[in-house]
């Protein structure tokens, strides 16, 4: 009883250094597309408007919607569960470290988990990938718990309500979460068949109470499943079924440069000793890391694809888990030190060394300097023109600088984006998206009625060149205080 007690405290312990840590970095405004996505469908939840993009995050933006309730801010809402799941996420991986091996292995999983570069920026981001990392590690810990009892009823009906949960949180996660559940099955002592019929059916039904609102409240399973196929043909190129090889080894590039950026020092130590004792690894804890770390792997490169570093942190807790195992082995000073360079990876990293992820590490650094950008530029644009006569234009979808970011923060002005996006379901005779009042809408071409200026969005890092195949900018000309990142025109006669 004391022991458990004294596991428990350390838990809570681990949950508020961990709090501590995130709570003074939170973003303040909307990290890129996505994150913007996500605020404005606390509000008005609706995928035909991209509000989520498919396949929807259902759970998780309802979540958003229940927080926004005590909040009273869509976007803080998020980020706030962010920092609540990042914090969560280390106690997790204390008590899987110490139900795997031992409390050494669990305090050390806890503090690698606590100051990853990775698992730290997406607690302070409005992002779905560390509640997803949460969720799919709670799974494991249950599937882990279940197989030590032998594996009851009980066991069964819980891990199938926790596979739902994670479809409902991010639906790319269940089913590379299958070959953990197969894997668990397969360990219990009797009644396999039937227990996994028993995981199958729950998942199914509880699935289904977040799939049939979701797919309601975007107009019905049709517009759902076109929208869902127009996002598969969009990135089919990025995939070894529409890429072939060549988008292959990109997906395990991105993987292993993400990976390396949460792992940091840890990498060394994991691909050294793994790589000697890789004919050891026969034990169970052994096995269901590396059965879990392998199909999130396959899922991320083979079947599916990597794009963002976010994608990788339903497996990196797994790495963690397996460095944690080594470094149990190991004097304290090597963990101390592993931590130390993390933590000097997030909050001092210096821009002259970002080449070394190519420019993807992440930092505390980077999440200031994306609300620095937004509020520097809502600023200048606020305060020269009038929402009535201006009109803004974007280029193109851009993930860090786009349309759905300057229509969270301006949404009092009149948007449009030029290029037309081939995975909106949009009406016939109206293929462009525009904002206005706010709201995303669906317009057959630019209205410049009353407008007497165009306002360009230049992206940092981009110049007006972006906007030559739309519009002829030689008479653009920067708006004061936007740093560039802002270009002004007269409304053509």
Known sequence: MKDT?????????????AFGLRVPFRGQLPYHWDSAQFALAVSDYNIVLGQPHAPGYFLYVMLGRLVNLVVGDPHASLVWISVVAGSALVSVLYWLGCALVDRRTGVIAALLVMTSPQTWFHSEVALTYIVDALFVSLTVLICWRAMQRGGTWGDAVVIGAFLAVVGGVRQQSAPALLPVVLYTMWRFERDRLAKLAVVAAVALALGLAWFVPMVTMTGGLNAYLEIVRRHIAFNAPATLAGGGLDALAWNIFFVGLYCANGLMLAAVVLTVVVVRRAWRMDRRPFQLLIVWVGSMFLMATVVGFTKQPGYVLNFLPGLLLLTAMILGRMPWPVTVLICAVNVAAFVAWPPAWDRVFFGTART?????????????????????????DTVICHACEFLQFGLRQFQFVLPEFDQYQLQIDPTMLTPPGSPMVAVRDGKLRFVSGLDWDGKRRVLLIIPPGLSLKIFEHYRDVREAQPLPGAQGMVYKLPVSP
């Open 5 to 17: 007690t004294k596991s428990v405290w350390i838990a809570v312990g681990l949950f508020a250094m």
């Open 364 to 388: 505390a650094r980077e999440i200031c300097e994306r609300d620095r950008q937004l509020r520097v530029t809502a600023a200048a644009i606020r305060s020269q023109r009038a929402p009535g």
